[in-house]
């Protein structure tokens, strides 16, 4: 019998069982298809295979300029095979740059930089993504334009700032000023826009949370993998900045890019003295991506299955 045949209004049972019949068949196909393995071709593995020779190059060469002599560096051709000398150019690079303290100030710049951006950025995009209030628009387009602004415009006022409360050629100098950034902002807010839902939010008012229970105890652990991957990438922009670190501090009182320009002093560089203290520089930021990496990007994985 067909549905045509039936009385008026007895065809909804008949309706109802093609579609369980239409989504039972639909499961069976997704679970199929999820217990199937997709192989990448040749040309896929090729293509990665030039990529990852493509990154790690950089890193390999500094390596083998690192552990042979400047004469042998200036050679043409360049040598492409380590050379006998990496640990003693690393041990003249670390006592001429003065590369323990350096290390050090840098790890208490970025590590700062990074948690207070973090936080700071969560909090704000929490609030121009979910919270409804006057002016909210304006505010977060003059937050985005500040990112068109270059930052060299405000160095001189900046310097004169950090002169007047007494920081300069201090850390808290080169911390303050970038505790926050636009870009961290926004980023947060296009992420909680998407991955927080608005009925969360509700149900932490209906049980009577205020705000910042509701973004200490909802958004906090729904921004977790956003806020993962925010961190990452502010530490490695904090401990790799150069340009405000080097106008307002000093070799006595340097973070690692600054105490890296001690080894280019002198009429004649030394090639392979540089790029060994450029080595040291990477080393823990490669032992962070190591030791972090496969967390972060699990972090990511999970809030993007939750998404």
Excluded: C
């Excluded at 593995?45 to 990529?51: E, M, N, S």
């Excluded at 409804?132 to 334009?145: E, P, Y």
Aim: net charge positive.
């Amino acid at each position: 019998m067909t549905t045509e045949s039936l009385p008026v209004g007895t065809d909804a049972p008949v309706r109802t069982a093609e579609r369980e019949t239409a989504a039972r068949g639909g499961r069976r196909l997704l679970r199929q298809g999820a217990g199937r393995q997709h192989h990448a071709g040749p040309l896929a593995y090729v293509l990665l295979a030039i990529t990852a020779i493509l990154s790690i190059f950089p890193l390999y060469w500094t390596m083998v300029a690192a552990s042979t002599d400047n004469t042998r560096v200036s050679q043409t051709p360049p040598p492409f095979l380590p050379g006998p000398n990496l640990f003693s150019n690393l041990a003249r690079a670390w006592d001429e740059a003065a590369m323990g303290k350096a290390m050090i100030n840098s790890t208490i710049v970025a590590g700062v930089i990074a948690l207070s951006t973090v936080f700071f950025a969560t909090l704000a995009g929490f609030a121009f993504a979910k919270l409804r209030f006057k002016g909210r628009n304006i505010l977060l387009m003059l937050v985005i334009g500040t990112m068109m602004v270059p930052p060299q415009l405000g160095v001189v006022p900046l310097f004169m700032m950090m002169s007047e409360l007494g920081w300069s050629q201090q850390l808290p100098a080169v911390i303050f000023p970038t505790l926050v950034s636009a870009v961290g902002v926004f980023f947060m807010r296009q992420y909680l826009s998407e991955a927080l839902p608005d009925e969360l939010v509700e149900a932490g008012r209906v049980d009577g949370a205020h705000s910042l229970r509701i973004f200490w105890s909802i958004v906090l652990p729904v921004a977790r993998p956003a806020m993962a991957v925010l961190f990452m990438i502010t530490f490695v922009h904090a401990w790799n900045d150069f340009f405000w670190p080097f106008v307002v501090l000093d070799m006595t009182n340097p973070t690692v890019p600054v105490a890296l320009t001690q080894l280019s002093a002198g009429y004649i560089r030394d090639q392979s003295l540089i790029m060994a203290g450029a080595l040291l520089g990477t080393l823990p930021l490669l032992a962070m991506f190591i030791v972090f990496g496969r967390q972060i990007v699990s972090g990511i994985m999970a809030g993007a299955v939750k998404g």
